[in-house]
């Protein structure tokens, strides 16, 4: 991506991966589709009305799945030192969110104005100052969520979980289901289920497994791909410890 800094646009990430890093900061919301990010090691997928938050300078790698629609806010460096701190403190948080519904129609309705004036710079970085503003309240409120949090509802990581069942899934991505930061989660997940959160996951490929191989039009290796299993053989060796 090679946007200008100081500037929201709407755009679609190519299928093929990218990975570089620049000197400003970076908010990324979904639109359309998904796309898949990986900052400094954290991946997790992005889709409608979720985001990430990219440091400057920030090694990070993306890649858009089937057709996508993202919008991308630049935040360089300012000499307004208000903003300049309102933009540090943002970053402060975890690289991965999810709004809520009422942002989410804010974005969209913001998203279709820079669309249908493309080259209006005025306009552009007057939707990125509102979203910069709807984002920082958004995540204020998400951190006295989190601490107010003491059981998961499992119901939400499981739909998250038999909805990518083929993919590969971080505990990042589990936690960002009930907007928890990871170490939290983590913590919580053990409390409650008595399993670390990857004991959890693969309970749930191997009880998927066992159903799939009731059916016999499907082979091992169609069996191994649809549980989220790397290889047949990495299936066959984990499931015969299990």
């Given at each position: 991506?090679?946007?200008?800094?100081?500037?929201?646009?709407?755009?679609?990430?190519?299928?093929?991966?990218?990975?570089?890093?620049?000197?400003?900061?970076?908010?990324?919301i979904g639109l359309q589709g998904?796309?898949?990010?990986?900052?400094?090691?954290?991946?997790?997928?992005?889709?409608?009305?979720?985001?990430?938050?990219?440091?400057?300078?920030?090694?990070?790698?993306?890649?858009?799945?089937?057709?996508?629609?993202?919008?991308?806010?630049?935040?360089?460096?300012?000499?307004?030192?208000?903003?300049?701190?309102?933009?540090?403190?943002?970053?402060?948080?975890?690289?991965?969110?999810?709004?809520?519904?009422?942002?989410?129609?804010?974005?969209?309705?913001?998203?279709?104005?820079?669309?249908?004036?493309?080259?209006?710079?005025?306009?552009?970085?007057?939707?990125?100052?509102?979203?910069?503003?709807?984002?920082?309240?958004?995540?204020?409120?998400?951190?006295?969520?989190?601490?107010?949090?003491?059981?998961?509802?499992?119901?939400?990581?499981?739909?998250?979980?038999?909805?990518?069942?083929?993919?590969?899934?971080?505990?990042?991505?589990?936690?960002?289901?009930?907007?928890?930061?990871?170490?939290?989660?983590?913590?919580?997940?053990?409390?409650?289920?008595?399993?670390?959160?990857?004991?959890?996951?693969?309970?749930?490929?191997?009880?998927?497994?066992?159903?799939?191989?009731?059916?016999?039009?499907?082979?091992?290796?169609?069996?191994?791909?649809?549980?989220?299993?790397?290889?047949?053989?990495?299936?066959?060796?984990?499931?015969?410890?299990?």
């Open positions: 991506m090679n946007e200008s800094a100081n500037l929201a646009q709407v755009l679609a990430l190519p299928s093929h991966s990218h990975h570089h890093s620049h000197q400003y900061f970076q908010v990324v998904q796309t898949e990010f990986d900052i400094q090691g954290q991946a997790n997928l992005v889709g409608p009305g979720q985001g990430c938050l990219v440091p400057a300078s920030a090694d990070h790698a993306f890649t858009g799945v089937g057709r996508n629609q993202i919008l991308v806010i630049n935040l360089a460096d300012t000499q307004h030192a208000s903003l300049q701190t309102k933009i540090e403190l943002l970053f402060e948080h975890q690289s991965y969110f999810k709004l809520a519904n009422q942002s989410q129609v804010l974005v969209n309705a913001l998203c279709q104005e820079m669309l249908t004036k493309p080259q209006d710079t005025m306009l552009a970085e007057a939707c990125a100052n509102t979203l910069l503003c709807v984002l920082q309240n958004h995540l204020a409120q998400s951190k006295q969520h989190q601490a107010k949090v003491t059981r998961l509802q499992m119901e939400h990581i499981d739909r998250y979980i038999q909805q990518h069942l083929q993919q590969k899934i971080t505990v990042a991505q589990l936690a960002g289901c009930v907007f928890l930061a990871e170490s939290q989660f983590h913590l919580l997940f053990r409390q409650q289920t008595g399993l670390t959160p990857h004991q959890y996951l693969l309970r749930k490929r191997f009880n998927a497994a066992k159903q799939l191989l009731a059916t016999p039009q499907l082979s091992i290796e169609q069996i191994s791909h649809r549980c989220g299993f790397a290889s047949q053989s990495s299936f066959t060796s984990a499931f015969s410890t299990f």
